[in-house]
C-alpha cells in the first residue's frame, strides 16, 4: 500500500543520514528553543519505529511535534551543513508523516 511506497524512499535515505555526523559544534545547542541533538534522535527514534512496523499514538504526536521544531530552526541555521543536516531530516520526518494525517470527519 501506501506506506510500503513511502518506506522504499525511506530506507535509502535514512540509510545516507546514519552515515552522515553529527554537526559537532552544534552539539548541546539549541535554537529557538528546541534542542538539536534531541530533534535529531527523537526523528531518529520516529524513523526506526516505522520502518520496524509503524507508531503508536504517542509516537505520532511526538513526530507531529518534531516537524513543527524542524521548520521552526531550519531557516535559523546558518551552518550549511548543519542546515542539510536537518533538512534530511525534515525530509525522512516527512516521508513517515503521510501515514498519520489526522481524518477528516
Not at 55 to 79: F, H, Q, R, S
Request: proline share 6%; aromatic share 8%.
Amino acid at each position: 500500500m501506501g506506506q510500503s511506497h513511502s518506506n522504499e524512499r525511506l530506507r535509502p535515505l535514512w540509510e545516507e543520514h546514519r552515515q552522515a555526523p553529527f554537526p559537532g559544534r552544534f552539539r548541546g545547542v539549541d535554537i529557538a528553543g528546541v534542542e538539536l541533538v534531541l530533534l535529531d534522535s527523537g526523528v531518529a527514534g520516529l524513523v526506526m519505529g516505522e520502518l520496524s512496523g509503524g507508531l503508536n499514538g504517542d509516537e505520532v504526536a511526538t513526530l507531529w511535534a518534531c516537524i513543527t521544531d524542524l521548520d521552526k530552526i531550519l531557516p535559523l541555521i546558518d551552518d550549511e551543513y548543519c542546515r542539510n543536516y536537518y533538512a534530511r531530516l525534515r525530509i525522512l520526518a516527512g516521508l513517515v508523516a503521510p501515514g498519520y494525517m489526522p481524518r477528516a470527519t
